[in-house]
């Protein structure tokens, strides 16, 4: 049986996965007044590269019966080794690519913290409230004693991960599921903060080893990530060591972010049409006064 208060504190998660990610976004387009276009590529970028194309390698190397996936799943430090390394490229390159292509006309800074909400929210609404969706779905399940005609009505893989997951849930407590939410929206700071590097890498020119760094620091978090998933690193550690990690991109982040000119280009160009539109007011105003004195 599943307790209610662990129930309970997964539809709150659920909640806050959708509230707490839709509040930044507001916050974040009221204050800079910027177009949501960046914050829908990153939600792209993230779905297209994080989910649809991380399948392939997934299925390839881990996935298919051969002698390759059976020496990756058995094997913790390989098994963390590949995920960390697959999911930072692919994302990595999902990040060069829309500054370098898709967004490659926005030069302001904001455009890369608002594709990074983008990119980072989605995330957190996928990892956290879709996953804890599932779960306290099946959860209800467990608590109904509906598992056994599941089990029976699936093949022997599916039966075999829905178990998994019935054991994990039977296991849990709400301390596993409050060090969950706090890592998941230390993702979310994360995926910001990568972003910005990445696109101080696309516009600043010989700076492109910062898309190497950002790769490097998000292949460890998940390194980390993947060996709690495996029981081997205790929770409350990797927890730990990704909120001082991210704390530590997000301040070279910010660092960043604030070198790079905030298009002063188009300020002067707006400041130009201010001052001509002052100089044709005042031009009409001696116009008028002469015509007066006439």
């Known amino acids: 049986m599943i307790s209610s208060s662990i129930l309970n504190l997964m539809m709150e998660l659920i909640t806050l996965s959708f509230v707490i990610p839709i509040v930044f976004i507001a916050v974040w387009k009221m204050r800079t007044r910027a177009s949501l276009v960046p914050v829908f590529v990153g939600a792209g970028i993230y779905l297209l590269f994080a989910e649809l194309f991380q399948s392939v390698p997934d299925t390839l190397f881990i996935g298919m019966p051969h002698p390759l996936a059976d020496v990756i799943n058995h094997?913790?430090?390989?098994?963390a080794l590949y995920t960390a390394v697959t999911a930072?490229?692919?994302?990595?390159?999902?990040?060069?690519?829309?500054f370098r292509y898709f967004l490659s006309k926005q030069e302001s800074p904001d455009i890369a913290v608002s594709f990074g909400l983008g990119f980072g929210c989605v995330g957190c609404i996928m990892a956290l409230g879709i996953a804890n969706?599932?779960?306290?779905?099946?959860?209800?399940?467990?608590?109904?004693?509906?598992?056994?005609?599941?089990?029976?009505?699936?093949?022997?893989?599916?039966?075999?991960?829905?178990q998994s997951l019935m054991k994990e849930l039977t296991d849990m407590d709400r301390m596993d599921l409050l060090l969950t939410g706090i890592q998941q929206f230390a993702f979310l700071f994360l995926q910001v903060a990568l972003a910005v590097l990445v696109f101080y890498a696309v516009h600043k020119a010989g700076q492109i080893r910062f898309l190497w760094i950002s790769i490097g620091l998000h292949a460890l978090v998940i390194f980390l990530d993947?060996?709690?998933?495996?029981?081997?690193?205790?929770q409350f550690v990797v927890?730990?060591?990704?909120?001082?990690?991210?704390?530590?991109?997000?301040?070279?982040?910010?660092?960043?972010?604030?070198?790079?000119?905030?298009?002063?280009?188009?300020k002067d160009d707006n400041q130009d049409g201010w001052n001509y539109a002052q100089k044709r007011y005042v031009s009409k105003e001696e116009t008028q006064s002469k015509d007066t004195d006439l």
Not at 137 to 160: E, P, R, Y
Not at 226 to 234: E, I, Q, S, Y
């Open 75 to 79: 094997n913790v430090w390989l098994l």
């Open 88 to 98: 930072a490229l692919l994302q990595g390159l999902g990040r060069y690519l829309a």
């Open 133 to 162: 969706f599932r779960n306290y779905s099946f959860a209800q399940l467990i608590n109904q004693k509906q598992t056994d005609g599941l089990l029976k009505s699936v093949d022997a893989a599916t039966a075999k991960s829905y």
């Open 226 to 234: 993947a060996f709690w998933k495996a029981n081997v690193v205790p």
């Open 239 to 266: 927890v730990l060591c990704v909120i001082i990690l991210t704390a530590g991109v997000a301040q070279t982040a910010y660092r960043l972010y604030k070198s790079i000119p905030v298009q002063e280009k188009t």
